[in-house]
């Protein structure tokens, strides 16, 4: 049974840094990409960033230069670093594990910048 974890999110003033982490099980982690995704209230859920089984990333426009993905296939863990963190980066995260052609998801973590 494949799971997929978020962790890390909360509440985060305008300028400020939060690291999201994901976790899985049921995978071949190592030899699979990972993604991050976020929903924004009455917005439809888009790619943060993403990362190749070896270590490639590519990122939204909006949010380079300020975030970043990493992953490290020992700990069976990807995280985002996000700093510089704005108002319109509020949203739920989701980790996304692509595996044999199904998408499984986390249950999101909820990010919220405002001062």
């Known amino acids: 049974q494949v799971q997929v974890v978020e962790s890390g999110g909360g509440l985060v003033q305008p300028g400020g840094s939060l690291r999201l982490s994901c976790t899985t099980s049921?995978?071949?982690?190592?030899?699979?990409?990972m993604g991050w995704y976020r929903q924004a209230p009455g917005k439809q859920r888009e790619l943060v960033a993403a990362?190749?089984?070896?270590?490639?990333?590519n990122y939204a426009d909006s949010v380079k230069g300020r975030f970043t993905i990493s992953r490290d296939n020992t700990k069976i863990t990807i995280n985002l670093q996000m700093n510089s963190l704005k108002p319109e980066d509020t949203a739920v995260y989701y980790c996304?594990?692509?595996?044999?052609?199904?998408?499984?998801w986390g249950k999101g973590t909820l990010v919220t910048v405002s001062s």
């Open positions: 996304h594990a692509p595996y044999k052609g199904m998408n499984y």
């Open positions: 049921g995978i071949i982690f190592s030899i699979y990409p």
């Open positions: 990362i190749t089984d070896g270590g490639t990333p």
